[in-house]
Each structure stands twice: as C-alpha cells, then as structure tokens.
C-alpha cells in the first residue's frame, strides 16, 4: 500500500489554522480521502497532558530547553501512536503544527537556534518529513489580537488557562515570525506560505489549491 501523504498547518497563534484545518478535512473526505486529524501538542491522551503543561500560565518560568523537550517527547507519542500508522494505512494525515512550530518558537521565538531543533528531530522524530507544509502569515498585529481574543475566550468558556505563550510580548513573535519566514525561504518545495490579511475564504482557496496539486503528484508517483 503506498504510504499516505502528510500534511502540516503552521502559523502564528491566532492564524486561522483550526478553521483552516476544519475545512480542509471536510473537503478532503468530500473528494473520497480517508482523513486523520492531529494537533501539536496534544493529539493524544498523553500529548492533552503534556500540552496542559505547556500552555497553562502556572507553568511559569519554563525553561525553554524544557519546553522544546516537551514539545518532542509530545510530537514522538503522536508519531508513534498516531501519525506513523496512519501514514502506513495510506491515509491523510492532517497535522495543526509540527516541527516547524519548535523551529519558529524554541529555535526562533527563544532564541535556541534551529540547529538544536533540527538535531533532536532526526533523533526523536527519525526525521519525518510533512510532504506539504501550509504556512498562515497574515499581518504579525492581526494574528495577535486574535490570538489574544481567543485566549479570553477560551478561559471565560472552560476555565482553562492556555495563556502562556499569548502572554509573550511582541518582540517574541516577531522572532517567531522571521524563522517561519526563513524556514519558507529554505524549503520551498515542502512550504507554500499564505500571507497577507486575506479573508478566510481566500485562505480557503489557496489550500484547496496547494492540496489539489499536491494530491496530483503523489497519485502520479504511487
Ligand atoms: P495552538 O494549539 O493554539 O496552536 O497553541 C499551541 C501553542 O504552542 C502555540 O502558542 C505555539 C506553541 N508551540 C510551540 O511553542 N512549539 C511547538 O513545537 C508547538 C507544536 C507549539
């Protein structure tokens, strides 16, 4: 069985990529393609454990080199119990946020340098590659207010406290913007970035865009 094809959304918080990804595999398993759904972190019951401590604000001061260490201890139980046997059942694996996060944010956003990121993941992750990333980059002061918006309401909602990386000030996502702007530029064939304040549809339409032709090499070389 040829192996399934797997498919990354990355993006600053507040991006649109839950929305994104929603549509995504809605139109996908409308065009008759078996679809799994991951995030990062979490995806998995023990990846909801790990992401409780990763975004809750009481986590407060986390080293980074322990937050990058929970993002792949996440990311690995998610290959392994999640992602791997999906790709090996020939499936679509649709993942919100993979390695490219820990780039921009460990390597980028706190300053740990992509060397370190890229190291651990051929070690932890067996260097698994996305066959097609979609990176979101509207305008950095649009995605943090909606980032910001989202983080209200999430916490009025459930009570649950996933602020710590919104509290972060701007000069950090600045950081985190440049490296995903880098990592595009340095893998063009694997990421097509979708920037500009463009409307949801718009988004909508060059996803479904870079998918179709994406799904069109990979059913040309199965
Ligand atoms: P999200 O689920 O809303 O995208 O939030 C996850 C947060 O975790 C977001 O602020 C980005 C951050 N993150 C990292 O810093 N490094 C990573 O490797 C991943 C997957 C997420």
Redesign the pocket.
């Known amino acids: 069985m040829p192996r399934g094809l797997f498919i990354t959304l990355e993006g600053l918080?507040g991006s649109g990529?839950t929305t994104q990804i929603k549509r995504l595999a809605q139109w996908l398993e409308k065009h008759g393609h078996a679809v799994v759904q991951v995030?990062?972190?979490g995806g998995t019951a023990t990846g909801d454990r790990i992401r409780a401590i990763?975004?809750d604000s009481r986590s407060a001061p986390l080293a980074p080199i322990t937050e990058m260490a929970l993002?792949f201890a996440d990311r690995a139980q998610a290959i392994a119990e999640v992602i791997q046997p999906a790709l090996d059942a020939g499936r679509i694996v649709l993942c919100?946020?993979f390695t490219d996060?820990?780039e921009a944010?460990?390597g980028g956003g706190r300053e740990i340098g992509s060397a370190a990121v890229l190291d651990l993941h051929r070690l932890i992750c067996g260097n698994l590659q996305p066959d097609l990333t979609l990176l979101l980059l509207p305008g950095l002061e649009v995605s943090l207010a909606r980032a910001r918006r989202r983080n209200e309401r999430v916490e009025a909602k459930s009570g649950a406290d996933e602020g710590r990386?919104e509290a972060e000030q701007d000069a950090f996502y600045r950081r985190v913007w440049q490296k995903y702007r880098a990592i595009a530029a340095r893998e063009p064939e694997r990421v097509v970035l979708i920037e500009g304040d463009l409307t949801i549809d718009e988004v909508y339409e060059q996803i479904v865009e870079a998918v179709s032709e994406r799904l069109v090499t990979s059913e040309q070389s199965a």
């Open positions: 918080d990529k995030r990062q972190p990763l975004l993002m919100d946020r996060s820990t944010y460990q990386f």
